[in-house]
């Protein structure tokens, strides 16, 4: 069954630092895409970082960094330089396509909190 | 516009009633794609439709949720006999087709229906 761990409730970190948000997958599938999403107390879910199973480089946007562990099968976000406005629920996700199968599977979520 | 839009925004529902929620896709996108979010939690998968086509239906939590996209584009989540584990937002998200997974698909999502059953 496809699953995705976020073992970090809750994480603080000082503006200006960075901070490692962890992400562990399962799957079977060898094709698979990884997500990252912001979700600010607004509700909208922003989306912040792909890394897609094939690719060899880590990706990176900006401030975000994905830390992409394949054979641990682990996708770990960096945020580097933590600003105020960082501070919202960021959730990792899966996606798995197949001919007739499109599905994105979310882990539970990390609350960030950046201190001032 | 330019991105996509669900509607209503906020809707109370007393236990029984029906619900219909709409999400406008982006123009174009081929995928649309449900999800229930309760308070605190992740985006949980309910239903996906290529066009008009509905092919994975599996997270619909009971036969009172039913949703369809007659014409490939707009689509409605309608729920029947409303009960108060219903309250939840809402999440609609298109992406322009589902590609493979290895591809960058980028899933847009709405600002969600927040759903509340007294």
């Known amino acids: 069954a496809q699953k995705i761990t976020q073992t970090q409730p809750g994480m603080f970190v000082q503006e200006k630092e960075a901070v490692t948000l962890d992400c562990t997958y399962d799957?079977?599938?060898?094709?698979?895409?990884l997500f990252w999403y912001k979700q600010p107390s607004s509700g909208e879910m922003i989306f912040l970082i792909y890394?897609?199973?094939?690719?060899?480089q880590n990706a990176t946007e900006g401030r975000y960094s994905l830390n992409f562990q394949k054979a641990r099968k682990s996708a770990n976000l960096v945020i580097s330089a933590s600003q105020l406005g960082d501070s919202a629920m960021y959730f990792c996700?899966?996606?798995?396509?197949?001919?007739?199968?499109?599905?994105?599977?979310f882990g539970p979520g990390t609350s960030l909190s950046v201190i001032p | 516009g330019a991105g996509v839009s669900q509607s209503p925004r906020y809707k109370v529902a007393k236990r029984g009633q029906d619900v219909a929620l709409r999400c406008d896709p982006i123009s174009g996108h081929v995928s649309l794609f449900w999800y229930q979010q309760a308070l605190g939690q992740g985006p949980e998968f309910l239903t996906y439709?290529?066009?008009?086509?509905?092919?994975?239906k599996s997270g619909l939590p009971s036969d009172r949720f039913f949703a369809e996209r007659p014409e490939g584009s707009v689509s409605t989540l309608k729920i029947q006999r409303t009960q108060q584990e219903d309250s939840a937002v809402y999440l609609c998200?298109?992406?322009?087709?589902?590609?493979?997974?290895?591809?960058?698909?980028?899933?847009?999502f709405g600002p969600g229906t927040r759903l509340t059953v007294l």
């Open positions: 996700a899966m996606r798995v396509v197949e001919t007739s199968y499109d599905k994105v599977i």
């Open positions: 998200a298109s992406s322009v087709r589902s590609g493979t997974s290895g591809t960058h698909n980028e899933q847009f």
């Open positions: 439709f290529q066009n008009e086509a509905q092919l994975d």
């Open positions: 890394q897609g199973s094939y690719d060899e």
């Open positions: 799957t079977s599938d060898q094709s698979y895409g």
